[in-house]
């Protein structure tokens, strides 16, 4: 690897040549107070922050993108912040997902459109980690990713409480008259009670601890707390260290290979994480034209032991994880299963970096002797429903429901659910199967977080937790139950999902890797040729564009456009 000189830079051409527009571009930055050494022959380092009021989890990255600034300045680099669009499963409708492909296309065209030489991209809550990396990796200029951190932990009543999971649990506790009103709206108050992402093992913790293993972000890193002090430390020395990959033009192509892609599915079912990081490294994975199927998931989980203790399918909150060692302790621990010459962010090996890593406490992050499940959280199913695929997350569900057989209840979109659910009179038993159309990438629109159907009301006050449940949607990492979710092709554009009736009876077989409805291919194909096309979602704008460019679950979602072909323009 060559190290740059000054003429090497992108910026160069912006501020280092001696023409007119370049006198135009050194008198702007002067206008705004730099001298011509604060940035003539620097690396201009953006700082592309996804701070908003409307996303909680971010509330403190106006803070952190000062400490990267330091970390650039002391490192002979010149910061300059860039704001870009946050979508957030907070408040956004119909879901933040909808965004995210938005957001990739922001960050690529920010980097390529500007005198930008490296950037260190902020972010944590669940959309917008997968949306940074997708853009980053298409713009394809030297990048690390500073994840949000962890909340601290809830509290009820001496209680610890995580965000996600246990208002699902609380709710439903809720609805089954369990727990009163003045009860929940305790629960409300002490939820969630410092900036930082769910401290569960959701999708924001998943895809910070993916990322740092693809090799974008400083080691453990991912596991750090929000409010601790080593966040702002990490925050500087991310500043520092995006110089430095920038002399040395340590772009993405350079450590986004099959290997590491590998490595990251591996960390993912030891981690338990959440069944969004599919979609969203295969989006990735497909940016940095590296293949990714689902296939190569199961075969992962399959191999991969379950080691941490984390809600929704452990007992410990991420804050107990890093305490124990964080992800550098629970790397180490499957290090046979990982490739461990690929390079990671320090400019060390998989392998350097982890050397030495220790478990602090073996009840947190177990030890591959004493697993909490012998493969790894997430199945890809197959079958009739879903000739593409499916996923269900075995260690988040209740093991008699592994292999279940029972007639579907058939929802054909989320209002008619949302009508019709607690009604007393539904003709719905424990054994039934919940079936959602009309809830993924075209028909939610968006692909939201649907997937986790509630259990109707007269279950619940007969004490049931768990149902078989199934939808072309998402659910939150947060999430639990015996979900099948991600069912490819969708219903909307007519996917078997869409033919299935009430009455039909539906067969899981987790261990087999197997969803089929017993309907023969005669009656499906009649049910085919009388199906109708739903009204499209869009008309106009920014969801016209997703609804003829968006792939499928089982692409990664991503738009036809936006793929590896080549690198984005300057």
């Not at 912040?81 to 957001?103: D, G, H, W």
């Not at 009103?181 to 629960?187: D, F, L, V």
């Not at 913790?205 to 750090?224: N, W």
């Not at 920038?246 to 590491?260: I, K, Q, R, Y």
Request: glycine letters at 10%; aromatic letters at 6%; one cysteine or more.
């Amino acid at each position: 690897m060559c190290r740059k000189t000054r003429e090497d830079l992108r910026s160069h051409r912006w501020f280092g040549v001696n023409d007119l527009r370049a006198f135009a571009h050194r008198s702007r930055n002067k206008q705004m107070g730099f001298a011509m050494e604060d940035f003539m022959g620097k690396p201009v380092i953006g700082i592309i922050n996804t701070w908003s009021e409307l996303v909680p989890c971010h509330a403190h990255l106006r803070t952190r993108a000062d400490e990267v600034r330091r970390g650039v300045w002391q490192a002979g680099g010149f910061p300059l912040e860039l704001p870009v669009t946050a979508p957030t499963e907070s408040y956004q409708k119909p879901t933040s997902m909808l965004y995210r492909n938005m957001l990739a296309m922001e960050v690529e065209e920010i980097i390529c459109s500007n005198p930008i030489d490296g950037v260190v991209l902020l972010g944590g809550c669940d959309k917008t980690v997968p949306g940074l990396m997708m853009g980053a990796i298409s713009a394809g200029v030297p990048a690390l990713f500073l994840p949000a951190g962890a909340m601290v932990r809830g509290n009820w009543r001496g209680q610890p409480l995580g965000p996600g999971s246990d208002a699902w649990n609380y709710w439903a506790e809720l609805r089954a008259g369990r727990i009163t009103q003045e009860e929940w709206s305790e629960i409300e108050d002490g939820i969630a009670r410092s900036p930082g992402t769910c401290m569960t093992m959701g999708t924001a913790s998943t895809m910070a601890a993916a990322v740092e293993v693809l090799g974008f972000t400083l080691t453990g890193g991912s596991s750090i707390p929000a409010v601790d002090s080593a966040h702002a430390r990490l925050a500087s020395a991310s500043g520092r260290h995006i110089v430095e990959m920038v002399w040395n033009d340590a772009v993405p192509s350079g450590f986004l290979t099959e290997p590491a892609f590998r490595n990251a599915v591996t960390t993912v079912m030891a981690m338990g994480g959440s069944t969004n990081a599919i979609v969203h490294l295969i989006a990735m994975a497909r940016r940095a034209g590296i293949p990714l199927d689902l296939e190569t998931f199961d075969s992962i989980s399959s191999r991969t032991p379950f080691l941490a203790n984390i809600r929704p399918s452990g007992d410990y909150l991420m804050d107990d994880f890093f305490h124990a060692g964080g992800l550098p302790a629970l790397l180490n621990e499957i290090g046979d299963l990982l490739d461990l010459s690929t390079p990671v962010a320090g400019g060390k090996t998989l392998g350097a970096a982890i050397s030495g890593a220790t478990i602090y406490n073996d009840d947190v992050i177990r030890p591959r002797s004493r697993p909490l499940n012998g493969e790894g959280g997430i199945v890809v199913l197959k079958g009739n429903i879903c000739p593409d695929g499916a996923i269900i997350k075995q260690t988040a569900m209740e093991p008699h429901l592994l292999r279940h057989r029972g007639p579907a209840v058939v929802f054909e979109n989320n209002d008619d659910l949302n009508t019709r659910i607690d009604d007393p009179d539904l003709d719905v038993t424990e054994d039934s199967v919940l079936v959602l159309k009309n809830a993924g990438p075209q028909g939610g629109p968006g692909m939201p977080e649907w997937g986790q159907l509630p259990i109707p009301k007269k279950l619940l006050e007969k004490g049931v937790r768990d149902m078989v449940r199934i939808s072309d949607a998402r659910m939150s990492g947060t999430s639990y139950g015996a979900c099948v979710l991600h069912v490819a092709p969708e219903s909307f554009i007519g996917g078997p999902l869409s033919l299935v009736r009430d009455g039909d009876m539906v067969t899981l077989d987790v261990p087999g890797r197997r969803l089929d409805i017993d309907v023969g291919d005669a009656e499906m194909e009649e049910r085919r040729r009388a199906w109708t096309q739903p009204a499209p979602r869009f008309t106009r704008g920014f969801g016209l564009i997703h609804a003829r460019h968006t792939g499928q679950a089982d692409k990664g979602c991503d738009y036809d456009f936006l793929l590896h072909d080549e690198l984005a323009p300057v």
